[in-house]
Each structure stands twice: as C-alpha cells, then as structure tokens.
C-alpha cells in the first residue's frame, strides 16, 4: 500500500510505525514530504499535507479527540462544544498540555493507539462525568436514536455509577436533545407525557394528558418547515388541541416562565377532552 492511500485510510494521520507495518518504506515517505504531500508532525507521526487539523493536534498533544468533541465530529446533539474535551491515559505527564478540558482517565473500552478519536463508547462514559445530567443524557438519547452503539455492550461493560445511571434512563425516541431536556424537567408532573405522538397525521414533540401540544422550536423552523408547522398547528387547533410552542432561547435560558405557561394550562384543564 503507498503512503498517501495509507494516510487516507487513517483520516489524513498516522504513526509511522504503522505505515512501516503495512509496506511503506522510509524512502517513500521521505520522498512524498519532499513533495509537500506529507508532513512530520511530532515525532513518530505523518500526516497529509491538509489533514483534520483537530487531528493533527490531538497527535502533537498525545491526546484522543474524545467526550462532546467526539459527540460533535459524530453528529450528536451536545449543549456546547465550543471548548475542545481530549482524553489521555492517567499520570501520563505533559500529555495533553494545550487548550481545553483534560481527561485523564483509564478507558473502558481499549483505545487503538493508531487512532486521534476515542470510540464513541468512551466518549458517552466521559460526557455521564462531565456534563449537566440533563445534556449529558440528551447526548446519549441522541446516540441511541441515530443507532450508533449497542446498548447490550453497553450494559455488560464495567461502566461508572453516572453512565450506568444514563443507560438505564436514556431512550431512542427524541428527535434532537432539547425534547430530552424538555421531558427531564417535567418527569415530575403526575401528568401523561407522550413524547412524539401522532396526531392527524404528523408528529408532535409532546402531547401532554389529552389536548396539550407542546412544538419545540430548533433552527430548522423557517421557511417550507414553518409554513407546514403553521397548517398542522391549524388543524390541531380545529380538532380541539391546544398549542404551545417554545424556543430554544425560552428552553435554555427562561425555563421557569416556559413552567409557568404550561402549569397555567394544566390548571385551565386545557390537556383534557372537552
């Protein structure tokens, strides 16, 4: 196998040891960096030329890309990404100085040393540690309705108390993790909840007792989506539900106030039939 497919293979990184392995000789890898097609990054690591630059730091650091930064490159829902969340191995020394949050921990699930990314399972136990409950199980929710880990390997993994706690909680039903935190907060109600039930034809978020709609707004509420919102909220109203919709701004940053209103329609009695 050539270097550049070797690399490509590994998304863009590699130790070259492992290139080694698989038939690259050092003369082509000295002549591909002459070529500016592959660069040294740190001692023992190559990369292509316009590699995953989040990749090539995790090499330099000695460090995986791992819990909500993980989540994030998987597509998961995660409250906020914004700082990067690296693993390494504990008393690992100057292994991970740089930005961001440092998890030194011992895996769960073995981690290939060929590889800057965790497995996705260390990534969900590192994120039960981190993040508040409420996002940490949005994330995992999320995980599990895009069916990207088995729950019985999970549940036969030696997980900590918090990611078992997850497990036991976590359900594939929310379309995106605000419906999750929605639902978290409102398990105490001695109210039935029915996340994405059908009604006339089309989903809804919730439907609370018997007539109580809750919509919750996410950015994909423009345009076609609004306007089809818009009609289906019609013909709810027409058949006797009663409406609500929140945005995540009132979700996330005002919830006492979205409790309020759907306490005052309880107390209207608006969940029940007429």
Same mark, same amino acid.
């Given at each position: 196998?050539?270097?550049?497919?070797?690399?490509?293979?590994?998304?863009?990184?590699?130790?070259?040891?492992?290139?080694?392995?698989?038939?690259?000789?050092?003369?082509?890898?000295?002549?591909?960096?002459?070529?500016?097609?592959?660069?040294?990054?740190? !001692?023992?690591?190559?990369?292509?030329?316009?590699?995953?630059?989040?990749?090539?730091?995790?090499? !330099?650091?000695?460090?995986?890309?791992?819990?909500?930064?993980?989540?994030?490159?998987?597509?998961?829902?995660?409250?906020?990404?914004?700082?990067?969340?690296?693993?390494?191995?504990?008393?690992?020394?100057?292994?991970?100085?740089?930005?961001?949050?440092?998890?030194?921990?011992?895996?769960?699930?073995?981690?290939?040393?060929?590889?800057?990314?965790?497995?996705?399972?260390?990534?969900?136990?590192?994120?039960?540690?981190?993040?508040?409950?409420?996002?940490?199980?949005?994330?995992?929710?999320?995980?599990?309705?895009?069916?990207?880990?088995?729950?019985?390997?999970?549940?036969?993994?030696?997980?900590?108390?918090?990611?078992?706690?997850?497990?036991?909680?976590?359900?594939?039903?929310?379309?995106?993790?605000?419906?999750?935190?929605?639902?978290? !907060?409102?398990?105490?109600?001695?109210?039935?909840?029915?996340?994405?039930?059908?009604?006339?034809?089309?989903?809804?978020?919730?439907?609370?007792?018997?007539?109580?709609?809750?919509?919750?707004?996410?950015?994909?509420?423009?345009?076609?989506?609004?306007?089809?919102?818009?009609?289906?909220?019609?013909?709810?109203?027409?058949?006797?539900?009663?409406?609500?919709?929140?945005?995540?701004?009132?979700?996330?940053?005002?919830?006492?106030?979205?409790?309020?209103?759907?306490?005052?329609?309880?107390?209207? !009695?608006?969940?029940?039939?007429?």
């Amino acid at each position: 196998m050539d270097a550049i497919t070797a690399l490509h293979r590994r998304g863009g990184v590699a130790r070259v040891r492992t290139l080694t392995r698989l038939g690259v000789s050092a003369y082509e890898l000295r002549r591909e960096r002459e070529r500016g097609r592959i660069r040294s990054i740190c !001692r023992g690591w190559v990369a292509l030329a316009g590699a995953d630059a989040m990749l090539v730091t995790a090499a !330099r650091r000695g460090v995986v890309l791992s819990c909500i930064t993980l989540a994030a490159r998987r597509g998961l829902w995660v409250l906020d990404d914004s700082e990067p969340h690296v693993a390494a191995p504990p008393h690992s020394g100057h292994a991970g100085a740089g930005r961001g949050v440092v998890h030194w921990s011992a895996p769960v699930f073995p981690r290939d040393p060929d590889l800057r990314e965790d497995s996705l399972e260390n990534a969900l136990i590192l994120i039960s540690g981190c993040q508040p409950r409420e996002s940490a199980l949005a994330t995992w929710e999320s995980a599990l309705k895009k069916d990207l880990v088995d729950l019985e390997v999970l549940r036969r993994a030696p997980l900590p108390r918090a990611a078992r706690e997850l497990l036991d909680e976590a359900r594939p039903f929310a379309d995106a993790g605000t419906e999750t935190i929605f639902f978290t !907060r409102l398990r105490w109600l001695n109210v039935r909840i029915i996340p994405q039930a059908w009604l006339l034809g089309h989903r809804v978020d919730f439907l609370i007792g018997e007539r109580l709609v809750i919509q919750i707004d996410g950015g994909h509420h423009v345009g076609a989506q609004r306007t089809s919102d818009i009609r289906h909220d019609a013909q709810l109203k027409l058949h006797g539900y009663h409406v609500i919709r929140i945005g995540y701004d009132q979700l996330m940053n005002d919830w006492p106030a979205v409790q309020n209103m759907i306490m005052d329609a309880i107390a209207q !009695r608006l969940h029940l039939a007429a």
